[in-house]
């Protein structure tokens, strides 16, 4: 019998990685010195990693377990999550959880959802708020990694479900010039081929009838529990009060429906792309 120690999740900082090293292993039925030969590393290291007792594992080895064990980025994730300093506080943890949705659904206001941002237009942003001071110049290209790696669900064997709405602030808004802003719209007439993909745009003309006055998004996870998660300025928020998550999914129904058409909304970001007067759009308003 192969004496196996339990681990504790709460022992450190690297000991949630080594849980989900652990988990993802086992799934894929390997032992640990398989795993260490797929990877490329020692049995030793691996067992280390998911014991969490020596000096934290290496990025590479993040990444190529990803890859091996097929997790969709999740470790990586992690690994970037311990890190990176530049994040708010909270969000990492919603990170991990996103990373294992089976639909997302995202309401963004004044910037591209950063699932779909490409790296010129993220470091962009990142550069923005090294020049404000906000954070480091290496937290900021921490930040693109990090992003870049939560990018990587959208190539999971099986991705998730995402409906993002952008208001209309998100296409006139410009960040980083021109040229950084066609290549970003053309990233998002290209989700329009995706079967998974679901984007749409709110257009000033809603209103006070859009539902939601802050960008928010609603994880619905593996066992269908809900998750929400917000952010105001400076902060992030959590959300796992069931009626409130409730309150949301009604409220995104609303968003959803009020929303301009799939094919009105690939005109809307042509349009922007070739440096063309967005279409004119008119919003029904409820009588009564």
Avoid at 18 to 40: D, F, P
Avoid at 128 to 154: H, Y
Avoid at 189 to 217: D, K, N, T, W, Y
Wanted: proline share 6%; with cysteine; hydrophobic share 40%.
């Amino acid at each position: 019998m192969v004496n196996r120690k339990e681990l504790d999740p709460t022992s450190g900082p690297w000991a949630p990685f080594g849980l989900q090293l652990r988990r993802s292993r086992e799934v894929k039925k390997l032992t640990q010195a398989r795993l260490a030969k797929l990877v490329g590393f020692d049995p030793s290291y691996v067992s280390y990693a998911e014991l969490a007792s020596r000096e934290p594992p290496s990025e590479k080895f993040a990444r190529r377990a990803d890859e091996v064990l097929e997790t969709g980025g999740t470790l990586l994730l992690m690994w970037l999550q311990n890190k990176n300093s530049g994040l708010l506080e909270g969000f990492p943890v919603f990170a991990r959880h996103e990373a294992k949705a089976a639909e997302i659904r995202i309401f963004e206001s004044g910037v591209v959802p950063g699932l779909f941002q490409t790296e010129a237009y993220a470091r962009s942003i990142a550069l923005a708020d090294v020049r404000r001071g906000t954070i480091t110049s290496q937290q900021a290209e921490e930040r693109v990694t990090f992003l870049l790696a939560r990018q990587q669900l959208l190539n999971r064997a099986q991705p998730p479900l995402i409906h993002a709405v952008l208001d209309e602030s998100c296409l006139r808004r410009q960040v980083g010039g021109v040229a950084i802003m066609e290549e970003q719209f053309a990233l998002l007439e290209a989700q329009f081929e995706s079967s998974h993909v679901i984007l749409q745009i709110a257009p000033f003309a809603m209103g006070e009838h859009r539902p939601f006055a802050l960008p928010m998004v609603l994880l619905t996870l593996p066992d269908r529990s809900l998750l929400g998660y917000s952010e105001s300025e400076g902060r992030s928020h959590l959300e796992h009060d069931s009626a409130m998550l409730g309150a949301w999914r009604r409220h995104y129904d609303r968003l959803q429906v009020g929303a301009l058409a799939e094919t009105v909304t690939s005109d809307w970001f042509r349009a922007a792309r070739e440096g063309n007067a967005c279409p004119r759009s008119t919003w029904p308003v409820p009588r009564g």
